[in-house]
């Protein structure tokens, strides 16, 4: 086993090995490439903060419906494509229950992760009108979904939205809607990689002005009510998840099961479209895949042609557990909860060794404690911190490759660091301060 800190040089080699010039260009599964190799060669585990995997169990109650679900022997039968019955009627309770917003069971469609729903939505939308062939990020944002354009060909725009908070939010976004080529906006919330949750007051801006403008908002709730500074865990009581859909009928919410449920194995999310855009006619739709309906372009040629539906087993899983939660029986807040108490601690840890929470406040309250936080060390660069986060066996992304102006920042995500970890990992931080000071 080799000593810490790891040499520049050592670290060099593996990042030259992996065609890494600078790695605070390298992508998250560059990262989590390079790091196994260095882990393997050094015999030195790693603290884990560059992928966004679950590090909790997932819940009984859909692993159990799972497997009598498979007993039952659907794994023989294909799955409708619009999805089976009781896991639409059951996402359009947990919508109703969590959200305060209703959507019929027709328009909740299950698709393979969000990242499916994500991808059939930005092809649709960018479909609709000629005139509107480009997207807009509400940037700092999930990487891949800029990988998604580049495969379907689309065009996008993006700007960070940490100089654009509150109303200023308002002038920003009509510097482009008022250009007339914007078809939808996308935006997470929470937000993956600064935990950013957007307020009321700056749904309502998306939501106005995507009534003013035509345009389809893309609301990704991947960390859905995991704002944990709020108990939005009770259903049909309010605190709800925050969203869109108040103020718009223009939308399409991504529900993940993947980080909320942690059900990220089994690739299973909703795409819920509002009722009224799932009827809506769009006459290049017909042009190009021969059917005008939104709701119905969007089932029967997108997630038809991508993969005819969703694991049928998966499905059941996903129906009994929105349906515990819409009964009151599984508090799936309470299960993820724990992302939170990680991450105060970690966070209190870099800022004591001297780091800055890159994206620190939701105008004028402190960011929450949630699965990703990000963090920056004066004097260096994204590329610069994360090799002297490497050296002393640390891992994360840089911010530079999510659309974030903040070039210095990386993101740490909590999610592989329990909290039996935290005092070795106060190990390498201290070490780290050692290394780096003055
Ligand atoms: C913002 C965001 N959207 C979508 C996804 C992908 O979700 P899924 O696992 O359901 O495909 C992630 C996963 O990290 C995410 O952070």
């Given at each position: 086993m080799k000593n810490l800190p790891f040499s520049k040089d050592y670290i060099n080699g593996f990042a030259k090995k992996f065609g890494l010039d600078d790695l605070g260009k390298a992508t998250i599964r560059e990262i989590v490439g390079m790091v196994n190799f260095i882990q393997e060669d050094s015999g030195v585990p790693f603290f884990r903060m560059e992928m966004g995997v679950p590090g909790l169990n997932p819940p009984e109650v859909?692993?159990?419906?799972?497997?009598?679900?498979?007993?039952?022997?659907?794994?023989?039968?294909?799955?409708?494509?619009?999805?089976?019955?009781?896991?639409?009627?059951?996402?359009?309770?947990?919508?109703?229950?969590?959200?305060?917003?209703?959507?019929?069971?027709?328009?909740c469609i299950p698709t393979v992760g969000s990242m499916q729903g994500g991808y059939a939505s930005f092809l649709m939308c960018g479909n609709i009108d000629p005139k509107k062939d480009t997207a807009l990020f509400i940037d700092p944002g999930f990487?891949?979904?800029?990988?998604?354009?580049?495969?379907?060909?689309?065009?996008?725009?993006?700007?960070?939205?940490y100089n654009f908070r509150g109303k200023k939010l308002r002038d920003k976004l009509e510097t482009y809607l008022k250009n007339g080529n914007i078809n939808s906006i996308i935006y997470s919330n929470p937000n993956n990689p600064t935990w950013v949750c957007l307020t009321d007051e700056e749904l309502q801006i998306i939501g106005e002005l995507a009534n003013k403008y035509d345009v389809i908002v893309i609301e990704d709730l991947a960390y859905f009510a995991m704002d944990f500074r709020v108990d939005m865990s009770k259903p049909g009581e309010p605190p709800y998840q925050p969203s869109v859909?108040?103020?718009?009928?223009?939308?399409?919410?991504?529900?993940?099961?993947?980080?909320?449920?942690?059900y990220a194995g089994?690739?299973?999310?909703?795409?819920?479209?509002?009722?009224?855009?799932?009827?809506?006619?769009?006459?290049p739709l017909r042009e190009r895949f021969g059917a005008d309906e939104f709701g119905y372009t969007f089932v029967l040629r997108s997630i038809y042609s991508l993969s005819s539906g969703v694991s049928h087993s998966a499905q059941y899983a996903l129906a009994a557990m929105f349906k515990a939660a819409n009964e009151g029986k599984f508090n799936f807040v309470k299960s993820v909860r724990e992302y939170g108490e990680r991450a105060a601690i970690m966070k209190n840890m870099f800022t004591d060794a001297g780091f800055t929470i890159v994206y620190d406040t939701d105008i004028d309250k402190p960011i929450a404690d949630g699965f990703y936080f990000t963090i920056s060390y004066p004097g260096m660069s994204g590329g610069e911190l994360l090799e002297a986060l490497i050296q002393v066996g640390i891992s994360a992304i840089a911010l530079d490759n999510t659309g974030?102006?903040?070039?210095?920042?990386?993101?740490?995500?909590?999610?592989?660091?329990?909290?039996?970890?935290?005092?070795?990992?106060?190990?390498?931080v201290e070490l780290f301060k050692k290394i780096n000071r003055g």
């Open positions: 859909g692993i159990n419906a799972e497997i009598d679900a498979l007993k039952r022997g659907v794994a023989s039968d294909y799955p409708m494509v619009d999805g089976i019955k009781p896991l639409k009627e059951e996402a359009s309770k947990f919508i109703k229950n969590f959200i305060n917003t209703d959507i019929r069971s027709e328009s990487p891949v979904q800029k990988q998604q354009f580049k495969v379907l060909n689309q065009k996008y725009e993006s700007f960070d939205v859909s108040k103020y718009t009928d223009n939308y399409i919410l991504l529900i993940s099961s993947s980080k909320a449920f942690s089994q690739r299973l999310a909703v795409t819920a479209i509002s009722d009224k855009l799932f009827h809506r006619k769009y006459g974030s102006t903040r070039s210095e920042g990386l993101r740490a995500c909590v999610s592989q660091i329990g909290l039996d970890k935290m005092d070795a990992l106060q190990e390498r």
